[in-house]
């Protein structure tokens, strides 16, 4: 891959963060639950006061230490990218709630109309990184992780990863408030929605691959992963 593709790719990348991070933060704002691996991030911040960004880099830190520790030799240095993309989603999305600011969509309609709007832009950004096909965010690298060392199909591990973040979710919350907050029917919904939305937005942006596609020079580069062949729904 030339250096100027991989620039391009890099920066289509960036913007897959941000849409990604903005459609999180509407999702929240919906206040009807958060996705699936917001989840715990969004409980936690919920009682104590540090941001949900913050938290989301503290959980991406404690998956990329997860990676470290299963695949060892395996864990290969590009592969540490992954600390900085955490670093800017993890801004990005407290930047997404700030710019939300007191956003509260009244009744009950117009909460779902919010929920879905923020997993159609979840769900694009979704596929705006796998077009760029640059960097694994921390959740889905965790689980290919966990997918080469006990030979499990991506989807169903994906599934399971989910589920097991919201589980968490709720028993955090109900150890920390005594009831179950940011975990509702919202999580669920965007769990079955947003990688139908990803694959959606695939389809139809499948052209600007080719337009950030340059034959290639004397000095190619490689991205460290190639994600186009594991499920990604964002969540």
């Given at each position: ?52 960004g913050q938290f989301t880099l503290l959980l991406n830190a404690l998956l990329i230490a997860g990676q470290i520790w299963l695949l060892k030799k ?31 969509p009244a009744g009950y309609a117009s909460q779902i109309l919010s929920l879905v709007a923020g997993c159609a832009i979840l769900g694009l950004g979704v596929s705006i990184e796998v077009i760029a ?103």
């Open positions: 891959m030339v250096k100027r593709e991989l620039t391009a790719r890099y920066l289509f990348f960036i913007m897959g963060l941000f849409v990604n991070a903005f459609g999180i933060s509407l999702i929240i704002k919906a206040n009807l639950g958060s996705s699936p691996i917001s989840s715990l991030p969004y409980t936690l911040s919920l009682k104590f006061p540090v941001t949900l395996d864990f290969k240095k590009e592969q540490l990218l992954q600390i900085p993309v955490a670093i800017l989603f993890s801004f990005f999305i407290d930047c997404s709630m700030t710019l939300l600011g007191d956003f509260a096909n640059v960097v694994m965010l921390s959740g889905e690298a965790f689980v290919k992780a966990i997918t080469l060392r006990t030979g499990k199909e991506f989807g169903i591990t994906k599934i399971g990863f989910d589920t097991t973040l919201a589980l968490l979710a709720c028993a955090a919350s109900l150890l920390l408030a005594g009831t179950i907050e940011g975990v509702r029917e919202g999580t669920i919904i965007a769990a079955l929605i947003v990688g139908l939305f990803a694959r959606f937005f695939n389809r139809r942006l499948g052209f600007i691959n080719k337009m950030i596609t340059f034959a290639p020079d004397k000095t190619p580069i490689q991205p460290y992963e190639n994600n186009r062949n594991h499920r990604t729904d964002g969540n």
